[in-house]
């Protein structure tokens, strides 16, 4: 009975972010109709194929990476798979709550306590946005440069700096913890943090998934002409 509530919940659930979504879909359309009425193009399928490609590399790198953050050997990668797709479907709504919830309520038919689920959701958009800052700072960094904005150079190297500092595992942890706080979680313990070189290896391939993230994001542009 039980059962039968939660998969209910679930259906219901995914039905109103399919149709949010929708919505949200329909109004970009609406809204922007008159700009993109007399746009003519077509797609180079080649390069289309190659944007695929890679970013569907970029979605099974973040699912491995996710499931090695739930440290949980009692679900399977398809079941982590599936679930991380469920979730991308959410994304496209406004903030990221949507994503969290949906990947907490879907791992808690499979036995996966509720709190592993949550800060293992919290470890992977921490980690993404960092991964994305050390990305895109040599760019940044060149923009201002070529533009002679001295004043966000200077910001740009403090924030690169900071997020550097951000990788010692005291302040990650201490961060962590004063984040879950806010949310009113129960802080992560001493012997469950991690240290040093595993934040430098989950920052270093969640790097590798957004460079192939943007290599996507190029070969859609070149698709189009």
Not at 161 to 189: G, Q, Y
Request: aromatic residues 24%; charged residues 15%.
């Amino acid at each position: 009975m039980k059962k039968n509530i939660v998969n209910i919940m679930k259906n219901i659930i995914f039905l109103l972010f399919l149709s949010w979504i929708l919505y949200f879909f329909s109004k970009t359309i609406y809204t922007n109709y008159d700009k993109i009425k007399d746009f003519e193009f077509s797609f180079n399928f080649m390069y289309l194929f190659i944007s695929i490609l890679f970013y569907f590399l970029f979605f099974l790198s973040l699912t491995l990476l996710w499931k090695y953050l739930l440290n949980e050997k009692k679900i399977a990668f398809r079941d982590v798979f599936y679930i991380n797709s469920v979730s991308w479907i959410s994304k496209y709504l406004p903030g990221k709550v949507a994503i969290i919830l949906t990947k907490v309520l879907y791992l808690s038919e499979k036995w996966i306590p509720k709190r592993t689920s949550f800060i293992s959701c919290i470890y992977e958009q921490i980690f993404q946005i960092i991964a994305s800052f050390f990305i895109s700072f040599p760019f940044i960094l060149y923009y201002f440069l070529w533009t002679q904005n001295s004043s966000y150079v200077l910001l740009s190297w403090i924030f690169f700096l900071w997020c550097t500092l951000a990788i010692h595992p005291f302040i990650f942890n201490t961060a962590l913890n004063i984040l879950l706080k806010i949310l009113k979680k129960d802080p992560v313990e001493k012997k469950q943090f991690l240290w040093i070189l595993s934040i430098i290896k989950y920052i270093f391939w969640y790097s590798l998934s957004m460079i192939v993230k943007g290599l996507s994001f190029v070969f859609l542009v070149f698709s189009i002409t």
